[in-house]
């Protein structure tokens, strides 16, 4: 008869039992997602190169560091079937609004006028592409709200960037009302798993919220900070 081994004491663990930490690529997707969405304004600055202009290039870049943190923030926070499948859902929906939206965009600033151009980016494009980014931050949601909550500092500085993000999207993007909407439906969530990490979803949607309803009031509509010479 023979014994079984003993397992060392100071033997690896298995990789399933290893520390995560989600949070760590949830805050690298708060980030990139409040860099990124601003790039076209952020990198005008850079002017063009031939027909086209630098900032829409480094904008091919955005699903990238968007989505793959995202997929790293649900992967290592153990997401199960459903919020993967929304994931996806949301992943391939984000990316096909922001290449509509890019392409258009581009042609645009190079031949503007064009009305067909105007549909596909400020239009299609634009609701398409946040569509999808409200499924992702619903998986990310679903995934993660109801782990500890962190540290306020920087977990409040990067929420309160998302608001800022989600507010300059959805006004000069023109989906100011599902921006609102959504907003809307985010601060819910966050007010139900607000004794976990859930309650960052408050700081990073009831000031959108907020501030898209008060823009809407004041001006009866919504019209686009650059039409009103704001920017």
Avoid: K
Wanted: hydrophobic share 50%; aromatic share 10%; net charge neutral.
């Amino acid at each position: 008869m023979t014994s079984t081994p003993a397992t060392p004491a100071d033997a690896p663990a298995a990789p399933a039992a290893r520390a995560r930490h989600p949070e760590r690529w949830l805050a690298a997707c708060a980030l990139f997602y409040g860099l990124t969405h601003h790039i076209g304004f952020g990198l005008a600055g850079l002017g063009t190169v031939g027909d086209t202009r630098w900032a829409d290039w480094v904008d091919i870049l955005t699903p990238y560091a968007v989505l793959l943190t995202a997929a790293a923030a649900l992967h290592t926070g153990q997401a199960d079937r459903r919020s993967g499948i929304v994931f996806l859902v949301g992943a391939i929906t984000y990316v096909e609004g922001h290449g509509i939206h890019l392409a258009a965009n581009s042609v645009g600033n190079d031949t503007p006028g064009i009305p067909v151009v105007h549909l596909w980016d400020e239009v299609a494009g634009h609701y398409i592409w946040y569509a999808g980014l409200a499924l992702v931050f619903a998986a990310l949601a679903r995934t993660l709200a109801h782990r500890p909550a962190p540290p306020w500092p920087l977990a409040l500085v990067l929420a309160l960037t998302v608001a800022l993000t989600w507010t300059t999207n959805s006004l000069e993007g023109g989906t100011a009302l599902m921006g609102l909407i959504i907003a809307a439906a985010f601060t819910a969530w966050g007010l139900r798993t607000r004794h976990h990490l859930g309650r960052i979803l408050i700081p990073a949607f009831a000031p959108a919220a907020v501030a898209l309803a008060v823009w809407g009031i004041w001006h009866r509509g919504f019209p686009q900070p650059t039409d009103l010479g704001w920017l």
